[in-house]
């Protein structure tokens, strides 16, 4: 019989202790979890920062070119869904607002900019429905709300999964953009109530090219590209992305058969729409092409370079010589409506 030290027989004390006392119940759930591999967290957290980095940087890069003068104008009217719901068409759905004020004004639809359906955008919205029906989906963000972090996540990111890989803004190599189809369906609404009138189109900013690819419609007549910057890049910047309007070749086709009138107005050193793009549209449809590009010597006759971007709603309230020239451009843009609108 083996002899026992006092360490030996104080173990097995401690040993039988330890046995005779109930074990706590292990939580199963808590351990699974626990013991998971934490690979896949780590790969989603590492793919969201290049995510945020290209937001963040299209911000930075939206500031520099495009600095928001703050909207002073807001809207006195009651906006509301223009169907009594949101417009679903091509697996896409957005709702549009209109005034409750008839269909005997020739229809007009304005597409807002990166920054969203703000309160400045509905303030123009009333200033057009003065001569017009007005249509303005929300294609991104929140209704009233200034928001350009909504629009660079929607152009960038906005229906991958539904739309896997290009995404809902994306430029497919063949065909039209979602956004684009989903806009056509807005058109052939627009149509069906206004028979028999002409129909104009309005694109600002990332909208700015759009009403181009909508020319397939024979009711629109006149569309207006207001500071087109389309596509947006962040990391590069090409010769032929500054001369390219984000369209596909076969929506360029469509553009170049119709016979509709374009308006294309920009602040001449604005660095987010690139005058390149103007030279284009003057290429593709010559007498069809107003431009009405905004000279730097009106807005800044001494010489000192400035960094102006929305020619139709934000720059509205800007004090001095910018607000001056956008209001002018507003003024512009009316008139212009009103002459391709009218009934023959």
Not at 99 to 119: C, N, S
Not at 135 to 141: C, M, Q
Request: with cysteine.
């Amino acid at each position: 019989m083996a002899h026992r030290t006092p360490i030996d027989t104080m173990a097995n004390h401690v040993l039988l202790s330890r046995l005779s006392k109930p074990q706590p119940r292990i939580d199963s759930w808590r351990w699974a979890q626990q013991s998971r591999p934490r690979w896949p967290r780590l790969l989603v957290g590492l793919w969201s920062i290049p995510l945020l980095l290209q937001v963040g940087c299209g911000l930075a890069q939206f500031a520099t070119c495009a600095p928001h003068t703050k909207e002073t104008a807001v809207p006195r009217l009651t906006w509301t869904e223009c169907f009594g719901h949101p417009l679903t068409h091509s697996g896409i759905t957005h709702s549009v607002y209109c005034l409750d004020d008839g269909r005997a004004k020739p229809p007009v639809i304005l597409l807002h900019e990166l920054t969203g359906l703000t309160p400045g955008t509905l303030a123009y919205a009333e200033e057009l429905s003065e001569q017009f029906t007005v249509y303005v989906p929300l294609l991104f963000g929140t209704k009233s709300r200034f928001s350009p972090a909504s629009g660079l996540w929607a152009y960038w990111f906005g229906g991958l999964l539904d739309f896997f890989p290009h995404g809902e803004w994306g430029l497919p190599s063949h065909g039209s953009q979602p956004i684009v189809h989903w806009l056509r369906g807005l058109v052939s609404h627009v149509v069906a109530r206004h028979q028999g009138q002409r129909i104009g189109i309005i694109g600002n900013c990332m909208t700015g090219s759009l009403p181009l690819a909508l020319l397939d419609a024979p009711e629109v007549v006149a569309v207006v590209v207001a500071q087109p910057a389309l596509p947006m890049r962040v990391w590069w910047v090409s010769d032929e992305d500054r001369s390219s309007l984000g369209l596909s070749s076969e929506d360029l086709t469509i553009a170049r058969q119709s016979s509709a009138k374009i308006y294309g107005v920009r602040f001449e050193t604005d660095c987010m729409a690139d005058r390149a793009k103007h030279l284009v549209m003057q290429r593709e449809f010559g007498d069809r092409f107003r431009d009405g590009e905004i000279p730097a010597h009106t807005y800044q006759p001494d010489g000192q370079r400035i960094n102006a971007h929305s020619t139709l709603i934000a720059s509205w309230g800007a004090p001095g010589l910018v607000g001056q020239a956008s209001r002018r451009a507003r003024t512009h843009v009316q008139q212009f409506l009103l002459d391709e609108l009218r009934t023959p």
